[in-house]
């Protein structure tokens, strides 16, 4: 089952711009994960933010986490070629050992 | 740090048959946990392992089965191949919930 919505579905800007996207739960969390992926291969970790924070920084990369709306957004600051991928977030409910995804965001940064 | 090796990285097979893929995970990770994806279905738990006991197993069904050893390595089987069952297979290690997982690259498997 699929627990993450992440809005939208696909996102195409212009390299340089910064890129948004909203990922939506369910159920409370223990905390909530970014992944990146690139056409067809393994997923990179990104950023984890744990429920009892609000905001996550790595680089170019802004994570924020508002646990009463049950909602994460994931900024891509000053976007790169080399950031088209689609991402991924996954939240970690803590009880049955698994993480639930969403759907995924595609990226696509046009030079 | 050797990253998450999954083997083999492509696999052809027929109807019917079976195949087992496998998963090494990061030294000193004990959690693999494997995922299903396809395009239309997005990424879809298979089953965790923790010190080779399963603790938990997705929606799928008894075709699909794994196993982890002793040194963490992980296996899983798929019998009785469905064409449905073309996905790319992903393994992750983590070294306990609640912590971030690190993905092997897939196994891409084609049933013909």
């Known amino acids: 089952s699929q627990q993450g919505e992440e809005d939208p579905q696909a996102l195409s800007i212009q390299e340089g711009e910064n890129a948004t996207m909203n990922c939506s739960y369910k159920?409370?969390?223990?905390?909530l994960q970014w992944y990146r992926q690139n056409s067809g291969r393994g997923l990179v970790h990104l950023i984890l933010?744990?429920?009892n924070e609000r905001e996550k920084h790595s680089g170019r990369l802004r994570v924020t986490l508002d646990t009463s709306k049950k909602s994460s957004s994931l900024l891509i600051t000053a976007s790169r070629a080399a950031d088209t991928a689609s991402y991924f977030c996954?939240?970690?409910?803590?009880?049955?050992?698994?993480?639930?995804w969403g759907a995924g965001t595609k990226l696509i940064i046009k030079p | 740090k050797a990253g998450v090796t999954q083997t083999p990285r492509y696999l052809i097979k027929t109807r019917g048959q079976q195949v087992t893929l496998s998963c090494s995970p990061i030294?000193?990770?004990?959690?693999v946990s494997w995922y299903q994806q396809t395009p239309g279905q997005g990424l879809q738990f298979l089953f965790e392992?923790?010190?080779?006991?399963?603790?938990n197993k997705g929606n799928f069904p008894g075709r699909f089965s794994g196993r982890q050893f002793s040194n963490s390595r992980s296996e899983m089987n798929v019998s009785t191949l469905e064409l449905g069952d073309s996905a790319l297979y992903l393994c992750?290690?983590?070294?306990?919930?609640?912590?971030?997982?690190?993905f092997g690259q897939g196994t891409r498997l084609t049933v013909v």
């Open positions: 992750a290690s983590s070294l306990e919930q609640n912590t971030e997982a690190f």
């Open positions: 996954a939240t970690d409910a803590g009880s049955n050992y698994q993480l639930i």
């Open positions: 159920t409370s969390i223990n905390n």
């Open positions: 392992y923790f010190s080779e006991t399963q603790r």
């Open positions: 933010i744990r429920s």
């Open positions: 030294s000193g990770h004990r959690s």
